[in-house]
């Protein structure tokens, strides 16, 4: 049998959150201290969940964070086939369609016997907006 999915009205609230700030990651409980999203903390954590079940959000892990960061998939719901890179201070999180990459991953793969898992691959560094000098 199939389980059935709900759709709340403060699941699309979150939902909605997530959509207007598409270009951020947020942790779990940045989402819970905000004030434009007023859900309690189990709902935010099963939505979470949820949302990245079926693949409507991403969950990141940072080093040296005490979390996960989650951002919202869009149109890019398909994040394996290429790198990221994190803006460690902002945390904008852009999508790396690069052929340069592409080569650099070839060349791991034929030179060094190592599958990449882009899906899992970022790198970390200052965004244009934040890299100011």
Do not use: W
């Not at 903390?41 to 079926?54: G, N, V």
């Not at 460690?88 to 340069?100: A, W």
């Not at 791991?108 to 691959?121: C, G, R, V, Y």
């Amino acid at each position: 049998m199939e389980a059935k999915t709900y759709k709340t009205r403060q699941r699309s609230s979150l939902l909605k959150f997530f959509e207007e700030h598409k270009d951020s990651c947020f942790t779990a409980k940045e989402l819970i201290k905000n004030v434009d999203i007023s859900l309690g903390e189990a709902t935010i954590y099963r939505s979470l969940a949820k949302f990245e079940k079926d693949g409507t959000i991403r969950k990141f892990i940072s080093p040296g964070s005490d979390g996960a960061f989650y951002q919202y998939s869009g149109e890019n719901k398909e994040c394996s086939s290429h790198f990221h890179l994190k803006c460690t201070s902002c945390g904008t999180l852009i999508h790396m369609d690069c052929q340069l990459m592409n080569e650099i991953k070839t060349h791991i793969s034929l030179e060094h016997n190592f599958t990449i898992d882009n899906a899992k691959t970022t790198l970390y560094g200052l965004c244009d907006r934040c890299n100011i000098n």
